[in-house]
Every structure is written in structure tokens, then in C-alpha cells.
């Protein structure tokens, strides 16, 4: 391995973000290769979602460095983010709800590419998510979870480098998590990918290396087996206090 | 069939044509006094026309587009009495207007105000502009040759003369096929920006502005250009209105004059660019003609008119009448087609 393909794709230093007296990212640091397909997890209130904001430009860090791709995004707004690469799917879908799931995700892979390729794109993610009964259907009048799915679509139309992507399993049936799952298994390799997500079963489908977030800050970072297995990740889990907690 | 682009543009070759027919045989068909209402009509309609773009294509809803319409009036008044010639002013008017949109917007954007805060604070700046023109009333509140006159305004603004030619000052009619010119001119530069890219984001903005950004377009960006093109507009029906009028006065920052604009393009319907024309033409006309009776405060019938307009025709009077034909067409057994604005 090179010494280029061995540095991190995505990296904090440090990284802070303070609401008055809260820190609710304290000095974080983190890395992420490329390829790699990580699960940010965490009780209420540990900071991810904070994290997640601090990557993705909807709040700008009080103190530390976000590095992509060697390039500083700390203090960049949430459109020259995405121009880098990045490809952010929010918690609440955001779609053009007048317009057919086809037409949501043929808006993002224009943006890079010819009005063909374009369409060969759309073509594909329709496949990829297996969504082509939806193409033609207003996404207006689409289930929470059949949004979601066309929203990750839309983000993967884009083709970025790294994808975020924020509680992406929330409201979705057993059939549609499972799809997705599948999904983010099989993207993992192509591109980076992090996952904010609560659904535990749901992370064991997809996750091999999981971050813990507790009181903002990193509380330990392993594979899937060492961290489901891990007494002070239950204990935080079940709202006892972890002793020794960082 | 004829693709949904093709009807847009077949919509607004329709609208300009019939445009150029009014622009060409109204001075000569009409009286004087009808002349004169229909160049207020048109005046207006370009006044309209700024709201219904930010509105309507930009998702901004401006509860003080008349804080551009006034001061676009007093530029003109005061660069026109001051100049001896109108061409210079009209373009100043216009220009001081955008740089006014573009320093508010900045402000308001790029702080990322949003909905309600957003029209608070227009309506907020409009005020106080209304508020600051009042209190000139005098001597000491003049720039160059021009007294700003308060609450009095300002009288005998010098009637706009045919483009660079400071003596030929123009004829009632004349004057009808210039802003008409304008008028039309303005509803197609509008309606190619709205084709464009940079009009398809601008949409785009107005559907869901967070996705819209997380599409890698620079929102604020955007935003300010749409505001400060719709202010431009404004300026230049408030300059229309001063040379119109030969009068300006502070009523033209008012309350009243940002609520009718908005009346008007929420009448003939948010969306399109014909549609507020309706509506000026419609409520002005009905405004006109209710004056002309003794039976029962005007104002009262209007209101109730508007209260009925918004609640069976709640798209406005033109999407409305565009829907009923698209219904006839099909049951006379035609394909149905898409809207074209």
C-alpha cells in the first residue's frame, strides 16, 4: 500500500463545537479510510448529530480541523462541501416533492455530466436501490421510507467520494432496511461512507468498524463483534454511567 | 404533441404578440383618458411583474417591494430635476434600486434569514424608508435643485423624454408605447431567465431550498441575484410611476402600496408572469369602476371580491383559467397538456 492510499481520506483534529457553556464535541479526533463504511453510534445527546454537522458544514466547529482529501473544510458552507465530493443525505429526506423519483435523481447526476450519462446514471441507481417502480411517482406521495430511499439515490447520483448519511434506516420497513443494507454493503470498497444511525439491528447488518460517541467525545472505536460485546458500550447504552468514560 | 418547453414558449409568443398588438393600437383606438389608465395599468403590471419573479420563480416573498417602487420614484424625481434629461435618471433609478436589493439581500441572505423573518424585515426596511421621507419637509432636506417636500412630496417631475433625446418629451401615447415596450420587454428578458440554469435553480430553490444546497448550488448566492433583479424592476416602475404621475410622494414606501402588489400577484396567481398582470388590470379596473359608484364603500366589495377570489381560486384568476381550458380540452377528447406561465 502507497503512502497515498494509506493516508486517510477524512480526518478531524481536535474537532470542537461549543453552545455557550455545552461542549458538545470535545476534542474529537477521527479518522476514516477510503472505502471504508463506518457507523457513528451513541445515546442521545453524545454528539454525533453535532459530529455529523460539523462535517457536513451546517455548523461551523468553535475550534480543531475537518481535513477531505487533504483539503481543510472547517468554516466551508454545506455547497462547497458537496462540491468536493461529498454527499450528504439528512435525517428528514429532502426532495423536490413535485417531481417523479426519476427526475429527483436525474437533477443530481446532472450536475457532472451530460444530459446521456445523465439518464444512464438515473438508470442505474434505480437499479442499484431497486426503486424503478417508483420512477414515475411523485415523491410527494411516497412513504417516509420509500423517500428515503429515493433521497439516497439522489445523493449516490451525484457520485461522490465520501457519503454522510444521517439515520438513513428511520421509518422504513423490515423489507426496505434490508434493502438498504445491502446497499451500503455493497457501495463499501467504492466509496467511503459514514452512518449516524440508533437502529442497533440495523448496524449489525451493515457495520464492521463502529465509533462510539459519548458526552461528545470518542469513547472507543472497534469492529462490530467488539463493540456489541463491550460492557461500558451496553452500560452507556442502557443509561448507566460507564466508568472511566473518557 | 408539442413538448411541455415548446408550450412555454408557444405561451409567451402568445402573450407578446397580443402585447405588441396593445402596445401598437391602443393610442390609436382609445381616447386620452383611457390612454392614461392604461399606461397606470402598465406601470403597475411591470410593478407587479418584480414580485410575482422573486415570489413566484425565487420562493423570496417580500412584504416591501414598494421600498423599491419609492425609491426608484424619488431617484428619478430627484436625478431628473437636477439633470435636465430623464434617460440618465430612468437607468440610475434602476441601478440605485439594485444596488439597495443587493446590500438588503446581502444582509438578509447570507445571515440566513428565511420565511416570516424574511418579510418582517423588508416590510421593517420599507417603513423606515417611508418613515425617513416623511420627515424632509424642509428647506434643508434638498439635493441639488430637488426639495425632497416631505409628507408634500415631490411635484413637477419632468415628464420622461424619448431615450437620449432631451427635447422630445413625450406625448401621452407616445408614453403608453414605451412603458408597454418596457413592459414586454421586461416579461420576456423574465421568462428566457426563467428557462435558463440559472432560472431552473432558482425554482429549484423555491421547491426546497436544503436540497437545492445540498446539490452544491450557493443558495444565498442565488437569492441575492433573484432579490436584487426584482428590486431593479421595482425601481424602474417606480421611476415609471413618477414621470407618470409628475408626482411622487412618500405614499409610495407605504403599507398600502406592498399590500396591493401582493394582492395582485396572489389574485392572478403565484407562478406565473402573466398571471399578476391579470390581477393588476382585474382589481385596478374593479377598483376604478366601484369609485364610480355611491351604493356601498368600494372597499368593502373589494374586499369581499378578494376574500372569494382566494377561496374558490386559490391558485389565483390565471392558473385557474389555465386549468378550466386544460378540463375543456380534454373532454372535447384533446391529450390535456401542462401549464406554461
Same mark, same amino acid.
Given at each position: 500500500?502507497?503512502?497515498?492510499?494509506?493516508?486517510?481520506?477524512?480526518?478531524?483534529?481536535?474537532?470542537?463545537?461549543?453552545?455557550?457553556?455545552?461542549?458538545?464535541?470535545?476534542?474529537?479526533?477521527?479518522?476514516?479510510?477510503?472505502?471504508?463504511?463506518?457507523?457513528?453510534?451513541?445515546?442521545?445527546?453524545?454528539?454525533?448529530?453535532?459530529?455529523?454537522?460539523?462535517?457536513?458544514?451546517?455548523?461551523?466547529?468553535?475550534?480543531?480541523?475537518?481535513?477531505?482529501?487533504?483539503?481543510?473544510?472547517?468554516?466551508?458552507?454545506?455547497?462547497?462541501?458537496?462540491?468536493?465530493?461529498?454527499?450528504?443525505?439528512?435525517?428528514?429526506?429532502?426532495?423536490?416533492?413535485?417531481?417523479?423519483?426519476?427526475?429527483?435523481?436525474?437533477?443530481?447526476?446532472?450536475?457532472?455530466?451530460?444530459?446521456?450519462?445523465?439518464?444512464?446514471?438515473?438508470?442505474?441507481?434505480?437499479?442499484?436501490?431497486?426503486?424503478?417502480?417508483?420512477?414515475?411517482?411523485?415523491?410527494?406521495?411516497?412513504?417516509?421510507?420509500?423517500?428515503?430511499?429515493?433521497?439516497?439515490?439522489?445523493?449516490?447520483?451525484?457520485?461522490?467520494?465520501?457519503?454522510?448519511?444521517?439515520?438513513?434506516?428511520?421509518?422504513?420497513?423490515?423489507?426496505?432496511?434490508?434493502?438498504?443494507?445491502?446497499?451500503?454493503?455493497?457501495?463499501?470498497?467504492?466509496?467511503?461512507?459514514?452512518?449516524?444511525?440508533?437502529?442497533?439491528?440495523?448496524?449489525?447488518?451493515?457495520?464492521?468498524?463502529?465509533?462510539?460517541?459519548?458526552?461528545?467525545?470518542?469513547?472507543?472505536?472497534?469492529?462490530?463483534?467488539?463493540?456489541?460485546?463491550?460492557?461500558?458500550?451496553?452500560?452507556?447504552?442502557?443509561?448507566?454511567?460507564?466508568?472511566?468514560?473518557? | 404533441?408539442?413538448?411541455?418547453?415548446?408550450?412555454?414558449?408557444?405561451?409567451?409568443?402568445?402573450?407578446?404578440?397580443?402585447?405588441?398588438?396593445?402596445?401598437?393600437?391602443?393610442?390609436?383606438?382609445?381616447?386620452?383618458?383611457?390612454?392614461?389608465?392604461?399606461?397606470?395599468?402598465?406601470?403597475?403590471?411591470?410593478?407587479?411583474?418584480?414580485?410575482?419573479?422573486?415570489?413566484?420563480?425565487?420562493?423570496?416573498?417580500?412584504?416591501?417591494?414598494?421600498?423599491?417602487?419609492?425609491?426608484?420614484?424619488?431617484?428619478?424625481?430627484?436625478?431628473?430635476?437636477?439633470?435636465?434629461?430623464?434617460?440618465?435618471?430612468?437607468?440610475?433609478?434602476?441601478?440605485?434600486?439594485?444596488?439597495?436589493?443587493?446590500?438588503?439581500?446581502?444582509?438578509?441572505?447570507?445571515?440566513?434569514?428565511?420565511?416570516?423573518?424574511?418579510?418582517?424585515?423588508?416590510?421593517?426596511?420599507?417603513?423606515?424608508?417611508?418613515?425617513?421621507?416623511?420627515?424632509?419637509?424642509?428647506?434643508?432636506?434638498?439635493?441639488?435643485?430637488?426639495?425632497?417636500?416631505?409628507?408634500?412630496?415631490?411635484?413637477?417631475?419632468?415628464?420622461?423624454?424619448?431615450?437620449?433625446?432631451?427635447?422630445?418629451?413625450?406625448?401621452?401615447?407616445?408614453?403608453?408605447?414605451?412603458?408597454?415596450?418596457?413592459?414586454?420587454?421586461?416579461?420576456?428578458?423574465?421568462?428566457?431567465?426563467?428557462?435558463?440554469?440559472?432560472?431552473?435553480?432558482?425554482?429549484? @430553490?423555491?421547491?426546497?431550498?436544503?436540497?437545492?444546497?445540498? !446539490?452544491?448550488?450557493? $443558495?444565498? #448566492?442565488?437569492?441575492? +441575484? %433573484? =432579490?436584487?433583479?426584482?428590486?431593479?424592476?421595482?425601481?424602474?416602475?417606480?421611476?415609471?410611476?413618477?414621470?407618470?404621475?409628475?408626482?411622487?410622494?412618500?405614499?409610495?414606501?407605504?403599507?398600502?402600496?406592498?399590500?396591493?402588489?401582493?394582492?395582485?400577484?396572489?389574485?392572478?396567481?403565484?407562478?406565473?408572469?402573466?398571471?399578476?398582470?391579470?390581477?393588476?388590470?382585474?382589481?385596478?379596473?374593479?377598483?376604478?369602476?366601484?369609485?364610480?359608484?355611491?351604493? @356601498?364603500?368600494?372597499?368593502?366589495?373589494?374586499?369581499?371580491? !378578494?376574500?372569494?377570489? $382566494?377561496? #374558490?381560486?386559490?391558485? +389565483? %384568476? =390565471?392558473?385557474?383559467?389555465?386549468?378550466?381550458?386544460?378540463?375543456?380540452?380534454?373532454?372535447?377528447?384533446?391529450?390535456?397538456?401542462?401549464?406554461?406561465?
Amino acid at each position: 500500500m502507497t503512502a497515498a492510499e494509506d493516508r486517510p481520506l477524512l480526518s478531524t483534529k481536535e474537532l470542537t463545537m461549543r453552545f455557550g457553556g455545552v461542549v458538545a464535541v470535545d476534542q474529537v479526533n477521527f479518522s476514516l479510510k477510503s472505502g471504508e463504511l463506518r457507523c457513528l453510534i451513541g445515546p442521545n445527546g453524545a454528539g454525533k448529530s453535532t459530529f455529523f454537522k460539523c462535517l457536513t458544514g451546517q455548523l461551523k466547529p468553535s475550534a480543531g480541523s475537518v481535513l477531505f482529501a487533504d483539503q481543510e473544510l472547517s468554516g466551508k458552507t454545506t455547497h462547497d462541501i458537496v462540491r468536493k465530493g461529498i454527499g450528504i443525505k439528512t435525517q428528514v429526506p429532502n426532495l423536490f416533492d413535485g417531481l417523479p423519483a426519476r427526475e429527483n435523481i436525474a437533477l443530481s447526476a446532472r450536475q457532472n455530466n451530460s444530459q446521456r450519462r445523465a439518464e444512464e446514471i438515473t438508470d442505474e441507481m434505480l437499479e442499484l436501490i431497486s426503486i424503478a417502480a417508483l420512477a414515475r411517482r411523485d415523491v410527494g406521495s411516497l412513504a417516509h421510507g420509500e423517500r428515503q430511499l429515493v433521497e439516497l439515490a439522489m445523493v449516490l447520483a451525484g457520485q461522490p467520494r465520501l457519503v454522510l448519511l444521517d439515520e438513513p434506516a428511520a421509518g422504513m420497513t423490515g423489507e426496505e432496511r434490508g434493502r438498504l443494507a445491502t446497499v451500503l454493503r455493497d457501495l463499501a470498497g467504492r466509496m467511503s461512507l459514514i452512518v449516524v444511525e440508533h437502529d442497533m439491528q440495523f448496524i449489525r447488518e451493515i457495520a464492521t468498524e463502529i465509533t462510539v460517541f459519548h458526552r461528545g467525545r470518542v469513547f472507543i472505536e472497534g469492529d462490530v463483534a467488539e463493540i456489541m460485546t463491550h460492557s461500558e458500550v451496553q452500560e452507556i447504552y442502557l443509561g448507566k454511567e460507564a466508568n472511566g468514560a473518557a | 404533441m408539442l413538448s411541455k418547453v415548446s408550450k412555454d414558449w408557444a405561451g409567451a409568443g402568445f402573450v407578446t404578440t397580443i402585447g405588441l398588438a396593445i402596445l401598437i393600437f391602443v393610442p390609436i383606438l382609445f381616447d386620452l383618458f383611457e390612454v392614461l389608465q392604461m399606461t397606470q395599468y402598465v406601470v403597475l403590471s411591470l410593478f407587479a411583474l418584480s414580485l410575482a419573479y422573486i415570489w413566484g420563480y425565487g420562493g423570496i416573498l417580500s412584504f416591501g417591494q414598494a421600498g423599491f417602487f419609492g425609491l426608484g420614484g424619488y431617484t428619478y424625481a430627484v436625478a431628473a430635476i437636477n439633470m435636465g434629461q430623464t434617460t440618465v435618471p430612468f437607468l440610475m433609478a434602476i441601478g440605485l434600486c439594485a444596488l439597495f436589493a443587493a446590500a438588503l439581500g446581502y444582509f438578509m441572505f447570507y445571515g440566513r434569514l428565511n420565511d416570516v423573518y424574511l418579510g418582517v424585515v423588508t416590510l421593517v426596511v420599507t417603513l423606515i424608508l417611508w418613515k425617513l421621507i416623511n420627515h424632509t419637509a424642509g428647506p434643508e432636506y434638498s439635493i441639488g435643485e430637488a426639495r425632497l417636500g416631505g409628507f408634500n412630496g415631490i411635484p413637477s417631475i419632468p415628464i420622461m423624454t424619448l431615450p437620449w433625446q432631451p427635447d422630445m418629451e413625450m406625448e401621452p401615447g407616445q408614453m403608453f408605447q414605451y412603458f408597454m415596450a418596457i413592459l414586454i420587454g421586461v416579461y420576456v428578458l423574465l421568462h428566457v431567465l426563467i428557462k435558463s440554469k440559472f432560472g431552473r435553480v432558482a425554482i429549484s @430553490i423555491r421547491e426546497n431550498e436544503v436540497r437545492t444546497g445540498l !446539490l452544491g448550488y450557493d $443558495v444565498r #448566492l442565488y437569492k441575492l +441575484g %433573484i =432579490f436584487t433583479i426584482g428590486g431593479a424592476i421595482g425601481g424602474a416602475a417606480g421611476a415609471m410611476w413618477a414621470t407618470y404621475q409628475t408626482f411622487i410622494d412618500p405614499n409610495s414606501f407605504s403599507l398600502e402600496v406592498s399590500a396591493k402588489c401582493l394582492i395582485w400577484v396572489m389574485a392572478g396567481g403565484v407562478g406565473t408572469l402573466f398571471g399578476p398582470i391579470v390581477g393588476v388590470i382585474g382589481l385596478q379596473y374593479l377598483s376604478l369602476k366601484l369609485g364610480e359608484t355611491d351604493l @356601498i364603500n368600494n372597499l368593502i366589495i373589494l374586499g369581499t371580491i !378578494l376574500m372569494f377570489l $382566494v377561496l #374558490l381560486l386559490p391558485k +389565483g %384568476i =390565471f392558473p385557474s383559467f389555465q386549468d378550466l381550458m386544460q378540463w375543456l380540452w380534454r373532454r372535447v377528447g384533446g391529450s390535456g397538456g401542462e401549464r406554461t406561465p
